[in-house]
């Protein structure tokens, strides 16, 4: 990690209860120091176990969004031709929906 990151830094009391703290940091090192920082306030921390504990350190990276017309998916969905992968991909997608959803089928392919 280069640039600050969300992570979220976790870690089990002895009493086995995880606790959770987010953070913004560019490296694990700094993740987990802010992390440690933050869980030392607390009374559980002041154990004579919390020394051997473990973190755990979470990167979230930020979500990449979409979005695409429902008539462009269906258009899409009804297509025949395309690259090799693209109909493979499309036929797959189209298996998946009459065997998850049956009544999916109508929507994808064109009233007659």
């Keep these: 990690m280069l640039e600050a990151r969300k992570c979220v830094v976790k870690m089990r009391d002895p009493e086995g209860i995880e606790h959770a703290v987010q953070v913004q940091a560019g490296s694990l ?12 306030r607390s009374e559980w921390s002041r154990e004579a176990t919390f020394e051997a504990g473990m973190l755990q ?3 979230w ?5 979409y979005r695409i017309s429902v008539g462009n998916l269906e258009r899409w969905l009804q297509r025949s031709g395309g690259s090799p992968r693209e ?4 036929q797959r997608i189209k298996q998946r929906l009459e065997t ?9 392919e064109k009233p007659r």
Aim: charged share 30%.
């Design 87 to 90: 109909v493979s991909l499309r």
């Design 57 to 59: 350190v979470e990167v």
């Design 61 to 65: 990276e930020a979500p990449t969004v």
């Design 100 to 108: 998850e959803i049956p009544e999916a089928r109508r929507t994808i």
């Design 29 to 40: 090192y700094e993740a987990a120091s802010l992390g440690l920082k933050q869980f030392r």
